[in-house]
């Protein structure tokens, strides 16, 4: 299965923008890449997915590097509310696409400071 | 509002005890997933259900086992709980029709202490 890498922890100031970044060297052609962040005592929720072509939607942004190897999600404006563990995950394509299962590393505790 | 909603959400056993732990979902998804989070390890997938009967081992099925009798209910069985069952079990849902993209919707989980 490909893997992605994040870092364990960062920090940002209120109302800053805040770069997530996410390796994944061993992507493959058609994996598409997700990001779910997990507020505290909460399950994860959906945050963004994308394939090649960077994405917007009104809870962030994911730029897809041109060679797929890496992704950064963008919070254009972080809330504290904005504090959470974010996680990059890879689709996992062993399924053959039927049931969408995904698999979660230890992803990025985000700290957001006032 | 889409919803996943697990039984428990604290529940306190002791070693060797049978443990239910119930998922239900209103959004008619096709499946379901069962995961555990424990600190430093992330979440670790025991089982998923693409259909109503069927089920697939995850990562870490040892010590579990699942059932899905109605599309909308998935339960996870510990047959005889054990103190390294301790942890917080997250149930999801999502629909087939989305393949590689869909949503996984979470539950708010279930924190189980095994004495």
């Known amino acids: 299965d490909a893997k992605t890498t994040q870092p364990n922890s960062m920090e940002s100031n209120e109302e800053e923008p805040v770069h997530l970044p996410c390796n994944h060297s061993?992507?493959?052609?058609?994996?598409?890449i997700h990001w779910y962040r997990q507020l505290p005592s909460q399950g994860p929720e959906y945050v963004i997915h994308?394939?090649?072509s960077n994405v917007n939607n009104r809870m962030a942004s994911l730029a897809i590097a041109e060679d797929r190897k890496s992704s950064t999600l963008i919070l254009h404006r972080a809330t504290l509310r904005d504090a959470a563990v974010y996680y990059c995950?890879?689709?996992?394509?062993?399924?053959?696409?039927?049931?969408?299962?995904?698999?979660f590393g230890t992803g990025t505790l985000l700290a957001v400071q006032p | 509002d889409v919803k996943v909603t697990q039984s428990s959400r604290y529940l306190v056993k002791r070693t060797g005890e049978k443990v239910f732990l119930e998922c239900v979902q209103d959004?008619?998804?096709?499946?379901m997933f069962w995961y555990r989070q424990d600190p430093g390890l992330g979440l670790r997938l025991i089982y998923f259900?693409?259909?109503?009967?069927?089920?697939e081992k995850g990562d870490i099925p040892e010590g579990y086992s699942v059932s899905r009798e109605k599309k909308e209910r998935f339960s996870l069985i510990l047959e005889s709980a054990s103190t390294n069952q301790t942890s917080m079990y997250l149930c999801?849902?999502?629909?087939?029709?989305?393949?590689?993209?869909?949503?996984?919707?979470f539950g708010e989980g279930s924190r189980l202490t095994v004495l």
């Open positions: 061993t992507i493959s052609g058609t994996d598409y």
């Open positions: 259900s693409y259909d109503v009967k069927m089920k």
């Open positions: 999801a849902s999502s629909s087939s029709g989305d393949g590689y993209t869909g949503e996984l919707f």
């Open positions: 995950i890879l689709r996992d394509r062993a399924d053959g696409g039927a049931t969408n299962k995904l698999i």
């Open positions: 994308g394939l090649t």
């Open positions: 959004m008619d998804h096709e499946n």
